[in-house]
């Protein structure tokens, strides 16, 4: 049961935030081993005064767009679910939101307690 929290600036609309949420979903459950309809997700929208992130690091260039996965998660996975699971999100939600990858970035955490 991955816990998600979404963090992002206002300016996206309710239909892009549910489309994020599937896509998210979609991605978690091809890659990550979680059971189909097994979904906690909080989407956060944080003002531009307090959403602060370097635009350069680690990436080509973060717009306003950019969107913060945090994924907490029960069940340790592979390097490899955890790779192909950031690949099928960038590219889910380039192809469908147009969202670039730099503007992407997907943090995981394991909670086995």
Known sequence: MPFTRVS????YSDAQIAQISDLLQ?????EFAVPPGDRFQIFE???????LFDRHYKSGGRSDKFIQ???????PRTAAQKQNLC????EELHR??????DDVMVMIQFNTA
Do not use: D, V
């Open 8 to 11: 992002l600036r206002p300016g």
């Open 26 to 30: 979609q991605s978690l459950e091809a």
């Open 45 to 51: 929208e944080i003002p531009a005064t307090r959403h």
């Open 69 to 75: 996965f945090h994924i907490l998660a029960g069940k």
């Open 87 to 90: 690949r099928r999100l960038c």
């Open 96 to 101: 469908t939101l147009a969202i670039h990858p």
